[in-house]
């Protein structure tokens, strides 16, 4: 891979990233970098080992299979891979997902807590130039959290969209098990972007609530769980 081609992380020098679905990238480069990431992913996301699968059909097609534009992120520490951060774009509600994302322990314990941020906010700013180029916008940012993280998240700007938030278990592929099954045990959370900063965060939480439960998740509108967040994203 072409050292060109990664982007330091502002204030942060030990970090710099790629989006292995970049595309500038060449066919080796892009299979490269999901080498790289792979082991990351199977490290903290060992049940869904069918996303490397769907990148790999990304590079191979030029489309995700779930139509929305993704962004495959590896984070590097002295130049060597240590982070996996998988973003989708929901174009229609302008929304970015974040799918999975994790960072080695070892490779952010002696930084300082200002790391993520800094992170977080380089990572978003590539996804909203992407989105620009092409004539689209991002006005807001959704993640599942488990409680133990929710304070950390608050820290970096996002606020509670839905404490008692239900995940399909199967994900986008919950359709080959039957009627969907969910996790209970997150909190939906969103942070405001751009234009996104003056909106109503009711009406943000709305927006990203849909984006992830019925465009991404492919729930139907009407199903109770996309109710009920719905109507907890009225008081948010």
């Known amino acids: 891979m ?3 081609a990664l982007t330091p992380v502002e204030g942060v ?8 679905l970049a595309a500038d990238m060449s066919g080796a480069e892009h299979h490269e970098l999901l080498a790289q990431l792979a082991p990351i992913h199977g490290r903290y996301f060992p049940s869904y080992p069918h996303v490397l699968e769907e990148l790999e059909q990304q590079v191979l097609t030029g489309e995700s299979p779930s139509g929305e534009r993704v962004h495959a992120f590896v984070v590097f520490r002295d130049g060597l891979p240590v982070g996996e951060w998988v ?5 229609r509600a302008e929304v970015v997902m974040v799918l999975f994302a994790a960072i080695h322990r070892e490779a952010r314990i002696d930084l300082d807590r200002g790391y993520l941020i800094r992170l977080v906010d380089a990572l978003l700013e590539r996804c909203a130039a992407a989105a620009a180029d092409d004539g689209e916008d991002i006005v807001a940012v959704i ?5 133990p993280h929710l304070v950390r998240w608050h820290e970096l700007g996002f606020f509670t969209a839905d404490a008692d938030y239900h995940e399909p278990i199967h994900g986008r592929h919950w359709r080959e098990h039957g009627e969907p099954a969910f996790f209970d045990r997150y909190s939906a959370c969103v942070r405001p972007w751009g234009r996104g900063e003056q909106m109503a965060r009711s009406v943000l939480a709305e927006r990203a609530l849909s984006a992830l439960l019925v465009d991404h998740y492919g729930l139907p509108a009407d199903h109770p769980q996309v109710l009920r967040s719905r109507a907890a994203a009225a008081s948010a």
Do not use: H, N, Q, Y
């Open 143 to 147: 993640l599942e959290s488990d409680g």
């Open 13 to 20: 020098p030990e970090f710099t990233f790629v989006d292995a």
């Open 2 to 4: 072409r050292e060109s």
């Open 87 to 91: 973003m989708a774009v929901d174009r």
